[in-house]
Structure formats: structure tokens, C-alpha cells
């Protein structure tokens, strides 16, 4: 079974639309999937899916009142099922590191070919450790700067929150903060010459880096593209993420902007499936056929029992 999170630092780039977008067409490929709304602020994952009032939502596993594997909700798409997001939640995250732990040990014996966390907006830490924690590390943007910025931002955090723990490992904490702090007296004009130098000096944390970092990748979504131009943007992204952190980064496609969809979606009560003759859709799936390339998805390789 294997963890997908879908996350990014704006708010309303389609991170959810995206995320339940991979649901109906991995389910489509004969995946058992379940979608995660992980999202405390603003859960409205299961509108996506047709499942208009939840019976269960995931408040009930925070509450302690549930184990993950009695949320599960079906949806009208075969295959895909949904844990919904807390309607009632206060909108603070609630993910304590006990609790993040409880959740991965019970998402990881949930029945499932793929679980696709669909995560809130910003770049909280508690929010960049379930990011980090997933097997394929998603993120949404759309073709305009501040978002982009935000995406840049989110990377970043994300990837000084997997860095934090390995300095203290090695024992250079306060190593490398100096060095961070003087990086221009050291000629460092990147994260990646940062690491590159601390792994040159440190040779334990040289280790320490090489094996946190064997499986690192980010994949960038470019949503909402109104014009083929503006994919441009989702290499652009990638380069900026390799030059300036250091992170392998793939751009696993664009999907366009569809102004009547959201009218469609709600006005019908339709799950996202029904409107796979959209474009959008068809856009969708070519996303997750790149996501899915080298992730060795195979239907029936599931967790245990929940
Ligand atoms: N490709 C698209 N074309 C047209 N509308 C879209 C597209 N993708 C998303 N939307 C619309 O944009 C809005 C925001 O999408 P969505 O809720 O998925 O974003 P989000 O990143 O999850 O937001 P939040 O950060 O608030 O969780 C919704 O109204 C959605 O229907
Ligand atoms: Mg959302």
C-alpha cells in the first residue's frame, strides 16, 4: 500500500479537486483507493466525491471516539471510498506527534491500494509532517506568482523540517545554524551548496543526509491552466526547486481551467467521475499515469486488515 499527500502553501489552488481527481482515476484503473481530508480548516473533500453529508468524518478518530478503519465512507465511484473531513473542527490543526503517529499506524493497515491524504493550505509544521511521511509527496499550484511563491515557500519548510532532525543526529545544531546564518561569508548561495558544504565537513551528516534524501522527490501539479503557454510555469517550478534547494523535482503535468465544472459538479450532486468527459478529467488522468510511473501500483497489494 502506499501513501500519497497532496499538499502546497495557497490556499484554493485545487489541491482537494486534485486530489480527489487521482481517487476516481486510480480507481478507475482498478485501485483500491481511499481519500483522506486532512485538511482541518476547510474539509470539503467528500463534495468532490458526491458524498454530500457525511456520517462519519475524521473528528471522530481525533476525539479518540474511532479507529480510522470505521470512518470509511463509500462513494459512487467502485473502488474509491473516502474518510470526510471534521465539518466541526475549529480549523486548528490538531495533528500532535502522538497523534500523527496513531494516524500513519492505522492508515497503513487500511485496506487500500492508495491512500491520498489531501492536505489544508499553508506550510504549518504540523501540516509538513504528514506531507513528509507520504510515499509520493504532491503539490498544487497555479500559474500566478504569489501562489507560486507560496509553493516555493512550502518546499522549502518541508524540506528544512527533514533537514532539523538530522543536524541534531549528527550533533551540528548550532553548527548549522551559524553556517546558515553567515551562508554569504561561505560563499553559499543555495541550499543545495549549504548541504553540499555541511555534508563535506560533517562527514556524519553527510551519511545522515545521503539516506534521508535517497527517496526525497517532489511532484508539482500545475492546475488551472488557462492558456498552453502557462506550462512553462510547471518546469519552471521544477528547476527552481533543483537549483535553489537541491530537491529532485518532477512536473508531473498540467490540467486546465474549466470554468463551468464547479457549477456542473454541484448543480448535478455528481461525483467527479460523471464528468470524465470533461477535459479537465482527461487532463487528470494523464497526471496520475505520471504520478503512478515507477511507483509500482499493483490492485490487491493492500494493507492489513484494519
Ligand atoms: N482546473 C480547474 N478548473 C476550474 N476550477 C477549478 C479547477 N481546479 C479547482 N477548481 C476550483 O477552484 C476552487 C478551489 O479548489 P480546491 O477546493 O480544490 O482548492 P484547495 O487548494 O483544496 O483549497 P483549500 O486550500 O481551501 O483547501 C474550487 O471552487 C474548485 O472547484
Ligand atoms: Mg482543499
Not at 495533528?95 to 500523527?100: D, E, F
Not at 512553462?232 to 518532477?250: D, H, N, Q, R
Request: aromatic share 10%; hydrophobic share 40%; proline share 3%.
Amino acid at each position: 500500500m502506499q501513501i500519497w499527500a497532496v499538499g502546497g502553501g495557497k490556499g484554493g489552488t485545487g489541491k482537494s479537486f486534485v486530489t480527489s481527481g487521482l481517487g476516481v482515476c486510480l480507481a478507475e484503473r482498478g485501485l483500491k483507493v481511499i481519500l483522506v481530508d486532512a485538511d482541518f480548516g476547510g474539509a470539503n473533500l467528500h463534495t468532490y466525491c458526491a458524498v454530500l453529508k457525511p456520517g462519519h468524518s475524521y473528528g471522530e478518530f481525533v476525539r479518540g471516539s474511532a479507529q480510522l478503519s470505521e470512518l470509511i465512507l463509500e462513494t459512487p465511484v467502485p473502488g474509491l471510498s473516502i474518510i470526510a473531513g471534521d465539518l466541526n473542527s475549529s480549523g486548528t490543526n490538531p495533528m500532535t506527534y502522538a497523534l500523527k503517529v496513531k494516524f500513519f499506524r492505522q492508515l497503513k493497515k487500511l485496506q487500500a491500494d492508495v491512500v491520498l491524504l489531501d492536505l489544508g493550505a499553508g506550510s504549518h509544521h504540523k501540516t509538513l509532517d504528514v506531507f513528509l511521511e507520504a510515499d509520493r509527496m504532491i503539490v498544487v499550484t497555479v500559474p500566478e506568482r504569489m501562489a507560486i511563491e507560496n509553493l516555493y515557500v512550502f518546499i522549502k519548510s518541508a524540506f528544512f523540517r527533514k533537514l532539523s532532525p538530522l543536524f541534531t543526529k549528527a550533533g551540528i545544531r548550532n553548527e548549522a545554524r551559524e553556517i546558515w546564518a553567515r551562508r554569504s561569508d561561505f560563499n553559499l548561495s543555495s541550499m543545495e551548496e549549504f548541504t553540499d558544504y555541511l555534508s563535506g565537513h560533517y562527514p556524519e551528516f553527510g551519511q545522515l543526509y545521503g539516506e534521508a534524501m535517497r527517496d526525497f522527490r517532489v511532484h508539482i501539479v500545475l492546475n488551472k491552466v488557462r492558456d498552453y503557454r502557462q506550462t512553462e510555469t510547471g518546469f519552471a517550478v521544477k528547476s527552481m526547486t533543483e537549483k535553489y534547494l537541491g530537491i529532485p523535482a518532477s512536473f508531473a503535468g498540467h490540467v486546465r481551467y474549466d470554468r463551468d465544472f464547479w457549477d456542473r459538479l454541484l448543480q448535478d450532486q455528481v461525483c467527479l467521475s460523471r464528468v470524465s468527459a470533461a477535459r479537465i478529467m482527461v487532463d487528470m488522468c494523464r497526471v496520475t499515469d505520471r504520478l503512478s510511473e515507477g511507483a509500482s501500483l499493483r490492485p490487491g497489494v493492500s494493507g492489513e486488515t484494519g
